[in-house]
T-cell receptor, first 109, second 114 residues
Framework: DQQVKQNSPSLSVQEGRISILNCDYT??????FLWYKKYPAEGPTFLIS?????DKNEDGRFTVFLNKSAKHLSLHIVPSQPGDSAVYFC????????FGSGTKLNVKP | DAGVIQSPRHEVTEMGQEVTLRCKPI?????LFWYRQTMMRGLELLIY????????DSGMPEDRFSAKMPNASFSTLKIQPSEPRDSAVYFC????????????FGPGTRLLVL
């Protein structure tokens, strides 16, 4: 029973356009959310986070939005670059982290 | 800092054999996590330690899996006996204090059980 779900296994976007990665969760007790980025043959690396008391956090080209009423998290990348091509995991925390299954983003030049 | 170090990076073994995966967390980090990544289930937390003590092992699939952290700089994940369905990438991660802190992942061990 996955508490954090990423329903899109893959996403393809043209360079320069916006990439939107989505994540849904079921546990209203989650109080901290993160996005990790993973390249092949490497471990996931932290990208951006948001606390449940906020609805938006921005860091350069990356913005995370949190909609608590919908239990929905999204990551926006603007503009997308070929180097952003990777697998993106969302994670939610309540005592421990629960990860989604990942979305593979392909940014086409 | 070298980051989280895992060994081996790749392991191929036959069903029934014992497999031991190793992890060295980032110096000064008090929490250590073992994850398993599969295509079907994504990243699953197997167990985590805080100050060398196992806190939550509810993700450990069955008795064939065991993990130890004898000191702050070393942990092992053992599978005995291994089965083909254990084939996955196993990640170790560490964080500064509580599990809520951002975790830093190692490069992973890709395990194939034939």
């Amino acid at each position: 029973d996955q508490q954090v779900k990423q329903n899109s296994p893959s996403l393809s976007v043209q360079e320069g356009r916006i990439s939107i990665l989505n994540c849904d969760y079921t546990n209203s007790m989650f109080d901290y959310f993160l996005w990790y980025k993973k390249y092949p043959a490497e471990g996931p690396t932290f990208l951006i986070s948001i606390s449940s008391i906020k609805d938006k956090n921005e860091d350069g080209r990356f913005t995370v939005f949190l909609n608590k009423s919908a239990k929905h998290l999204s990551l926006h990348i603007v503009p997308s670059q070929p180097g952003d091509s990777a697998v993106y995991f969302c994670a939610a925390n309540f005592n421990k982290f629960y990860f989604g299954s990942g979305t593979k983003l392909n940014v086409k030049p | 800092d070298a980051g989280v170090i895992q060994s081996p990076r790749h392991e191929v073994t036959e069903m029934g054999q014992e497999v031991t995966l190793r992890c060295k967390p980032i110096s000064g980090h008090n929490s250590l996590f073992w994850y398993r990544q599969t295509m079907m289930r994504g990243l699953e937390l197997l167990i985590y330690f805080n100050n060398n003590v196992p806190i939550d092992d509810s993700g450990m699939p069955e008795d064939r899996f065991s993990a130890k952290m004898p000191n702050a700089s070393f942990s092992t994940l053992k599978i005995q006996p291994s089965e083909p369905r254990d084939s996955a990438v196993y990640f170790c991660a560490s964080s500064l204090a509580r599990p809520q802190e951002t975790q830093y992942f190692g490069p992973g061990t890709r395990l194939l059980v034939l």
